[in-house]
T-cell receptor, first 116, second 114 residues
């Protein structure tokens, strides 16, 4: 079974600075998807960024980028120019590539605090 | 277009009771998944339904069941509630159950079992 591990329960960063959230995963599959989701106090899970395992290039979305190390099974999220609105729980998630299988396996999350 | 909606927002039940949670997917979305998020943890997959057929089931007891209706809305039923069932229940929908479409989450239903 796939597992996702987030070893940082809490992180804090000064506004406008850069922060990196860590995630490691375990799988025997060669093709899969990885995601970072943000969950603010409103509870709604919002997709931040996704990475297809077959793509070597790291995904980027504006201030958000990932460092995907397939051999090391590592998938970290870098947030640049941190803003107050970035404060939330961040979850790393894994999804296999089987057709029709939408099951997401989540880590335990990292609570990110932005210091003004 | 409206996002994924869930009802009710909150509810309180007593041990042993039964509960039904409802989810309306984004218009045009045919796949619905359910997750349980216990306080302080990440969501755990419960079920996935696509075109009214069960596509996946997580490691949950038979007290948990779900179904999907012809309009693609879905219900999650939990029988014989236990204190440990207290959690945020999230519903997610996607256009189809294949690999190319993202899942969009609803705001969740907060269930408290006393």
């Amino acid at each position: 079974a796939q597992t996702v591990t987030q070893s940082q329960p809490e992180m804090s960063v000064q506004e406008a600075e850069t922060v990196t959230l860590s995630c490691t995963y375990d799988t025997s599959e060669s093709d899969y998807y990885l995601f970072w989701y943000k969950q603010p106090p409103s509870r709604q899970m919002i997709l931040v960024i996704r990475q297809e395992a077959y793509k070597q290039q790291n995904a980027t979305e504006n201030r958000f980028s990932v460092n995907f190390q397939k051999a090391a099974k590592s998938f970290s999220l870098k947030i640049s120019d941190s803003q107050l609105g970035d404060a939330a729980m961040y979850f790393c998630a894994y999804r296999g590539s089987n057709f029709g299988n939408e099951k997401l396996t989540f880590g335990t999350g990292t609570r990110l605090t932005i210091i003004p | 277009d409206a996002g994924v909606t869930q009802s009710p927002t909150h509810l309180i039940k007593t041990r042993g009771q039964h509960v039904t949670l409802r989810c309306s997917p984004i218009s045009g979305h045919k796949s619905v998944s359910w997750y349980q998020q216990v306080l302080g943890q990440g969501p755990q997959f419960i079920f996935q339904y696509y075109e009214k057929e069960e596509r996946g089931r997580g490691n949950f007891p038979d007290r948990f069941s779900a179904r999907q209706f012809p309009n693609y809305s879905s219900e999650l039923n939990v029988n014989a509630l236990l204190l440990g069932d207290s959690a945020l229940y999230l519903c997610a929908s996607s256009l189809s159950g294949d690999r190319f479409h993202e899942q969009y989450f609803g705001p969740g239903t907060r269930l408290t079992v006393t």
